[in-house]
């Protein structure tokens, strides 16, 4: 077991006090720098071509984060993969990860947002006018950046949710996919234009959406599976009899949850029509911190008859809307 904070030392506290601290070595450091007590335990490659390092059998680690690749844990789980795992029977649990976006109705945490935003310009604008009368100081002249940093924060960062399942309206998007003994560091950096499932194309058909009324946003999740390797390099690898699967989608509570991507002005659904959402994501590290994550969502909107075709007469298109939001 590897731990980087001095929690290492209660592990290694757990493991004596439960008798099994001859099985289970603790050993503190980060992934990167440490070193596996490799002859002191015995322990062997799985062929002479294998890196002397290679002689792990199953990494298990619970390194995702609020839509999978918040915290950037997995830049730290390649690097162990890659020296310590045996390259062809090694195991990676979870062993695959998804990615998904869906529009979603969550008006009720919508509006709040508008409205502590709306309150928290009141306030200034208040500041503003009590500071000139009483003290001569006009500050109006940081409204435009104080205005910003407001919208930032109430309108344009992404919020932690837990959606019932009749929140999404409509099939979600499968925006990334992840093999963990095949994944690089590249595609940990995030989602970028151009990659394969960057794009959506969404049908919301009022009708068929009983959960709501109107288009509140998107919301983004994952799914990760602790499955047999369906890599090439690994066809050898021992094959799992018993399969498992954790879902943090809208429905079940997980610590996860979902993150919501309010719009700032909902899509009303009108009935015996259909909206269509078509459009891409990108997410990319923030700048000022490398665990963090910026989403910007591209989408335009459409509007038809429910039994027209996807491609055929309109009611409205509106224009296309662009927005960057933070994963704090």
């Not at 019932?164 to 099939?171: F, G, I, R, V």
């Not at 038809?304 to 662009?322: H, I, Q």
Request: charged fraction near 25%.
């Amino acid at each position: 077991a590897i731990e980087y904070t001095d929690m290492a030392k209660h592990a290694r506290s757990v493991m004596e006090a439960n008798g099994v601290a001859d099985i289970v070595t603790v050993i503190q450091g980060a992934v990167e720098d440490i070193e596996l007590p490799i002859e002191q335990d015995q322990l062997t490659t799985e062929d002479p071509e294998s890196g002397e390092h290679q002689v792990v059998d199953i990494i298990i680690s619970e390194w995702m984060g609020y839509f999978l690749l918040r915290e950037s844990m997995l830049d730290s789980l390649i690097h162990a993969r890659d020296k310590f795992l045996k390259p062809k029977t090694g195991l990676m649990f979870p062993s695959h990860t998804t990615m998904f976006l869906a529009p979603i109705y969550d008006e009720d945490e919508r509006r709040l947002s508008n409205h502590d935003y709306s309150a928290a310009m009141g306030e200034w604008h208040e500041f503003v006018e009590s500071t000139k009368s009483v003290y001569g100081v006009d500050m109006s002249v940081l409204g435009e950046c104080y205005d910003r940093e407001q919208k930032e924060y109430f309108l344009l960062s992404s919020r932690w949710a837990e959606l019932p399942a009749d929140a999404t309206l409509a099939t979600p998007a499968v925006v990334k996919k992840l093999d963990m003994c095949t994944c690089t560091l590249e595609d940990s950096k995030g989602i970028f234009a151009g990659d394969q499932d960057s794009t959506f194309d969404f049908d919301v058909v009022a009708d068929d959406t009983p959960g709501g009324t109107n288009v509140s946003g998107f919301a983004g999740w994952f799914d990760a599976d602790f499955k047999s390797r369906t890599d090439e390099g690994g066809v050898n690898a021992p094959k799992l009899s018993n399969p498992a699967h954790l879902n943090t989608g809208p429905g079940p509570y997980t610590h996860w949850g979902q993150q919501v991507f309010h719009f700032l002005s909902s899509i009303p659904l009108i009935s015996g029509e259909t909206t269509r959402l078509a459009g891409g994501l990108e997410m990319t590290r923030s700048k000022d911190n490398a665990r963090l994550y910026n989403c910007r969502i591209r989408y335009t909107s459409s509007r038809r008859k429910s039994d027209e075709a996807k491609d055929g007469n309109l009611l409205m298109k509106g224009a296309p809307v662009e927005s960057v939001y933070q994963i704090p």
